[in-house]
């Protein structure tokens, strides 16, 4: 890879902020807290009287997670409790506790529901009062609620393994499209084989990046996924599923 398309590929695969862990250490699956954000914040919209603002996901204990039964994508997070911590603007015609409690147990709730996060807490911090009770605009991070280095897939060649386990996924409900954003631009399926010293077994891995539409939780949608993929490839291989967004 030229210097160029190297920054290129870095640039992109930090705009998909922390990949953090869908499920538990079993389910094999990640979201990029890129695509993570909209979602939440498309949940809690209609929550009364608050507005949400910066958001980030990370590691409830760092020291308390898990280890994947399925090798990771890189520099993703391990399995584990997860916390949001956020900011939020509050209308100030009730007590703020019991406004960031009601943004707190909407994210709470969106989390597990809508995506499948394992969110155990959700730290807020009301720094704005609404003026007129009406919201603010929400403070993004520049880019972060963007599909970042996400492009079309189409490159392989139709008997490929790599084609194989695009087909598989793409005929998963819930499935919009793959995508290509990390480890090497426009290229959705990675191939190969599991690293030394990982507790999974002996043989061939797949890591599939793809974007999820809306109707189905996140995570039923990556375990129906990897199902679908190791039962499309002869030799049965591990996989892994990276969500880059979700529509």
Do not use: F
Not at 177 to 196: D, K, W
Not at 208 to 229: M, N, Q
């Amino acid at each position: 890879m030229s210097a160029d398309r190297w920054t290129q590929a870095v640039r992109h695969q930090l705009g998909l902020g922390r990949l953090v862990p869908l499920g538990g250490p079993r389910d094999g699956s990640w979201l990029a807290e890129s695509a993570a954000r909209p979602a939440l914040r498309r949940a809690v919209r209609s929550v009364p009287g608050v507005s949400l603002g910066i958001l980030r996901i990370e590691l409830a204990d760092p020291h308390g997670t898990y280890e994947s039964a399925v090798p990771a994508p890189p520099s993703a997070l391990p399995p584990g409790p997860l916390r949001i911590v956020a900011e939020c603007a509050a209308a100030p015609d009730e007590p703020l506790p019991a406004a960031a409690a009601r943004l707190r147990a909407a994210l709470t709730e969106a989390a597990a529901a809508r995506l499948g996060l394992a969110v155990t807490e959700v730290d807020l911090r009301v720094t704005a009062l609404l003026d007129d009770g009406r919201a603010v605009s929400d403070a993004t991070e520049p880019g972060a609620d963007a599909e970042a280095g996400v492009t079309e897939s189409g490159r392989t060649e139709a008997d490929s393994d790599e084609s194989r386990a695009g087909r598989a996924a793409l005929a998963v409900p819930g499935v919009a499209r793959l995508t290509g954003a990390l480890g090497g631009l426009g290229r959705p399926v990675h191939i190969g084989e599991h690293p030394e010293g990982t507790a999974a077994l002996p043989r061939r891995h797949v890591r599939i990046e793809l974007a999820v539409s809306g109707g189905r939780r996140v995570l039923d949608v990556t375990r129906d996924v990897r199902t679908a993929v190791t039962a499309a490839l002869a030799d049965h291989p591990s996989v892994a599923v990276l969500v880059t967004a979700v529509n």
